[in-house]
């Protein structure tokens, strides 16, 4: 089983940036799919970006490239995203997910089909 817990959501003036974490734990650490999507009050959840554990490639939705990364540092079991250039629209409840181990999940990276895993979410509010 694995447990995810997410970390560093506030109240950002927009413009400025912002860093969550995504910690891992569980009886076993492979090489999986991790993601961060997110959930504004009425819409459906959306993929903001994933990467695949083991490999070198980051994929984003188009509605945050050029403005957020996703990085992992395996040694932490840590999955973070680096958002710049925050937007009234990317207030939200942010979601760290993973997959089951294996890279089968790498076509379908930022559906959230892909993910079994979720944590409980951390809150992101951008004022102005």
């Known amino acids: 089983q694995v447990q995810l817990a997410e970390s560093g959501g506030a109240s950002v003036q927009a413009g400025g940036s912002l860093r969550l974490s995504c910690a891992q734990s569980?009886?076993?650490?492979?090489?999986?799919?991790m993601g961060w999507f997110r959930q504004a009050p009425g819409k459906e959840r959306e993929a903001v970006a994933g990467?695949?554990?083991?490999?070198?490639?980051?994929y984003s939705a188009d509605s945050v490239k050029g403005r957020f990364t996703i990085s992992v540092d395996n040694n932490k079991r840590t999955l973070y995203p680096q958002m710049n250039d925050l937007k009234s629209e990317d207030t939200a409840m942010y979601f760290c997910?993973?997959?089951?181990?294996?890279?089968?999940?790498?076509?379908?990276?930022?559906?959230?089909?892909?993910?079994?895993?979720w944590g409980q979410g951390t809150q992101v509010t951008v004022q102005g």
């Open positions: 997910a993973a997959s089951d181990g294996g890279s089968w999940c790498i076509p379908d990276i930022l559906q959230l089909r892909t993910f079994n895993y």
């Open positions: 569980g009886y076993s650490y492979a090489s999986r799919c």
């Open positions: 990467l695949y554990t083991a490999g070198r490639d980051t």
